[in-house]
């Protein structure tokens, strides 16, 4: 069983950044791979990003890939995502998520166990 707190999100001006942050309990979190999704008004939840257990491999959708990154801290059970030139369009509730096995279809929330209750990130235009 893991639970998982989100923290970190803000309102920011187009351009700015943040870095979200989910910390999660469980003496078993460095087994789990980890992942962010968001979830804007009137939308479906989406895949934003993921991360391996070890940390070795990353994955992004398209819209974020080069602006946001994933990364985590198993020594203080904590996987971040630093998220810069932030656009209107990023706005959303954003969430983490966490499994303990290997899926290929990671970028599905159906592939996830565990998840936040999510951050709101507000990017005015």
């Known amino acids: 069983q893991v639970q998982l707190v989100e923290s970190g999100g803000g309102l920011v001006q187009a351009g700015g950044s943040l870095r979200l942050s989910c910390s999660a309990s469980?003496?078993?979190?460095?087994?789990?791979?980890m992942g962010w999704f968001r979830q804007a008004p009137g939308k479906e939840r989406e895949f934003v990003a993921r991360?391996?257990?070890?940390?070795?491999?990353?994955y992004y959708a398209n819209s974020v890939k080069g602006r946001f990154t994933i990364s985590r801290d198993n020594a203080k059970n904590t996987v971040y995502l630093q998220m810069n030139s932030l656009k209107p369009e990023d706005t959303a509730v954003y969430y983490c998520?966490?499994?303990?096995?290997?899926?290929?279809?990671?970028?599905?929330?159906?592939?996830?166990?565990?998840w936040g209750q999510g951050t709101q990130v507000t990017v005015s235009s």
């Open positions: 998520a966490a499994t303990p096995v290997f899926r290929s279809d990671y970028y599905r929330d159906s592939a996830y166990d565990y």
């Open positions: 469980g003496r078993t979190f460095s087994s789990y791979a």
């Open positions: 991360i391996t257990w070890s940390g070795d491999s990353t």
